[in-house]
């Protein structure tokens, strides 16, 4: 087999991995936006209506989803090899630091060691807490991501009513919270 089929053979095999993703609502960023019961018809794994989530984050403190019950939560998936995770960092930084009503923790899915992990956040820092999790034992009620960056947004009741596949921008944030009766950014 010639170069140019080789090259053709693995473009239609790019082009059926990306086509087998799909994409349920898409937002005007071409980020996937999904209900949180589109998850679970498509048969992925949907977190409760109430999930949980006890991590320990990278400074040793422990961080429960219990307690941030009366605000706004994102709970991010994220690696460091990951171009779009790094590129949504500074904005959900922002969010956190200017939102006092959205809490958001960000979920290390990456098996690289935690002391690099605190090296790389070194040169790229965020203002809210960030725990390593297990690829080959995630959080259960969050389990496994389809892609990288994932974020689950739950209200102040901590009901799961938004899962994004891909970069989150602060206004799809303030958008989609606004939408459900929360405050609006302005």
């Given amino acids: 087999m010639n170069r140019r089929w080789v090259r053709v053979l693995w ?3 790019a082009l059926a991995l990306l086509a087998a993703c799909g994409r349920e609502e898409t937002g005007a960023s ?11 018809a498509r048969g992925e794994q949907a977190p409760p209506e109430h999930p949980t989530l006890r991590v320990e984050t990278l400074d040793g403190k422990p961080w429960d989803l219990e307690q941030q019950r009366g605000k706004w939560v994102l709970v991010n998936y994220w690696a460091t090899w990951c171009g779009p995770c790094l590129q949504e960092m500074p904005e959900l ?4 630091a ?3 009503y959205i809490s ?5 899915y990456d098996d690289t060691d935690p002391d690099e992990i605190r090296a790389f956040l070194q040169q790229h820092p965020v203002t809210y807490p960030i725990a390593r999790v297990s690829i080959y034992a995630p959080p259960e009620h969050f389990g496994v991501p389809r892609t990288l960056p994932t974020s689950w947004l739950l209200d102040p ?22 939408a459900r009766g929360g405050p609006k950014a302005g």
Avoid: F, H
Avoid at 30 to 40: K, Y
Avoid at 159 to 176: C, F, P
């Fill in 98 to 100: 200017m939102r006092q």
């Fill in 104 to 108: 958001i923790i960000g979920l290390a």
């Fill in 93 to 96: 930084s922002a969010v956190a």
């Fill in 30 to 40: 071409g980020n996937t936006q999904m209900p949180a019961s589109a998850a679970a």
């Fill in 157 to 178: 009741d901590g009901r799961v009513v938004r899962k994004y596949s891909g970069q989150v921008t602060a206004r799809m944030l303030e958008d989609d919270i606004a």
């Fill in 11 to 13: 473009l239609a095999a």
